[in-house]
């Protein structure tokens, strides 16, 4: 299982899709905190909010301009990021015939799965994982506010 785990990761880091998935993810964590920094730079009469009560007005800019509000954006584009790179790391073993080798070896199929689950839950968690730290590390670089 150890020798499954170990190929299956090292042929994870090592494929184009999940390199292209991780760039994507982390772009994109890098774009909407700076979109919304720019946007509020160019629409600030937007958010003064003239006829309200200090306390509401602090709430609201307190709501917008914290950092730690970014980092969960990231969940919504791995929904659509992370399913293509598991079906094609998943694939990629059926189409190559690779599935029919490990079995030729003495590997049981109940192992094979679940090195091949183990492999993309974690790939998945690194995709997430790396998008919000790059978020929170842009938000905190654009909203300095605590």
């Known amino acids: ?83 293509v790179i598991i079906a094609l790391f998943i694939g990629t073993d059926y189409s190559d015939g690779t599935i029919r080798n490990k079995l030729m070896v003495g590997h049981r199929r109940c192992d094979i799965y679940l090195a091949n689950l183990i492999t993309a839950v974690s790939s998945a968690e690194l995709v997430l994982l790396s998008g919000m730290a790059v978020s929170y590390l842009t938000g905190l670089i654009f909203f300095k506010y605590t």
């Open 1 to 83: 299982m150890i020798r499954l785990l170990r190929a299956n990761f090292s042929r994870m880091f090592r494929s184009w899709y999940f390199r292209l998935g991780m760039l994507i993810s982390i772009g994109l964590n890098i774009y909407v905190p700076v979109v919304n920094y720019i946007n509020m730079q160019t629409h600030s009469d937007w958010y003064n909010l003239e006829d309200s009560d200090p306390e509401a007005q602090m709430e609201f800019l307190r709501s917008i301009n914290c950092h730690e509000s970014y980092m969960f954006i990231g969940g919504m584009f791995c929904m659509f990021i992370v399913p």
